[in-house]
């Protein structure tokens, strides 16, 4: 049984490019919530998408959007990146009959120069 | 809820030791707990959990202890092992969100041979 994978592993990329990070969740799981974690922080939520739709979003500016396929695997895109975008992304999944137990992928690594 | 910054608190113990890693929680209104165990370049794994409306949950080797009146949490491992050596995290969904997690700093467990 398929945990929750991702890809990339690592990404490097200048600022003002544009950068899109994938997640396949786990194996009976409809629901994905994207995180972002700065080197020494937790994870800070940053949207879930569910039925191809977000449903919650949290503190992030309208730079980072997603999007969601009807197999359940999302996208993260992330728009004229700024050097404090470096950081862990991590993607979780879960089944809306159990929203609230998340199982997290081992996350992109993206730095920006 | 939110992390503040690089000076995680750390604990260190002996093999064999029982651990406590405590956690304040920030939401009175927080209905559902999550501990979860992250390694060195990996995302975090789930541990255990435990509703608003228990104060007790066990598993393999770990108890969670969920104080309301004082909103606290903490996490026992028993027989502690090296292999347990790794960064634990507490989050908080709160009762209105659909699947938010809310992390908090994060407990550096080194576990000594």
């Known amino acids: 049984d398929a945990g929750v994978t991702q890809s990339p592993t690592h990404l490097i990329k200048t600022r003002g490019q544009q950068v899109t990070l994938r997640c396949s969740p786990k194996s009976g799981h409809d629901t994905v919530s994207w995180y972002q974690q700065a080197l020494g922080q937790g994870p800070q939520f940053i949207f879930q998408y569910y039925e191809e739709e977000e449903r919650q979003r949290g503190n992030f500016p309208d730079r980072f959007s997603g999007h969601q396929f009807p197999n359940y695997s999302s996208e993260l895109n992330v728009n004229a990146l700024l050097l404090g975008d470096s950081a862990l992304y991590l993607c979780a999944s879960s089944s809306v009959k159990s929203t609230d137990t998340q199982y997290f992928g081992p996350g992109t690594r993206l730095t920006v120069l | 809820g939110e992390s503040v910054g690089l000076h995680l608190p750390t604990l260190s113990v002996q093999e064999g030791d029982n651990s406590i890693i405590n956690c304040a929680y920030s939401n009175s209104a927080s209905d559902y707990f999550i501990w979860y165990k992250q390694e060195s370049g990996k995302g975090p794994q789930f541990i255990i959990d435990?509703?608003?409306?228990?104060d007790k949950r066990q598993g393999q080797r770990v108890t969670v202890l969920l104080n309301k009146t004082v909103k606290h949490l903490s996490l026992q491992i028993a027989a502690t092992q090296p292999g347990d050596s790794a960064v634990y995290f507490c989050?908080?969904?709160?009762?209105?969100?659909?699947?938010?997690?809310?992390f908090g700093q994060g407990t550096i467990l080194t576990v000594h041979p």
């Open positions: 989050a908080e969904k709160w009762g209105t969100s659909y699947g938010k997690l809310t």
């Open positions: 435990i509703r608003s409306n228990m």
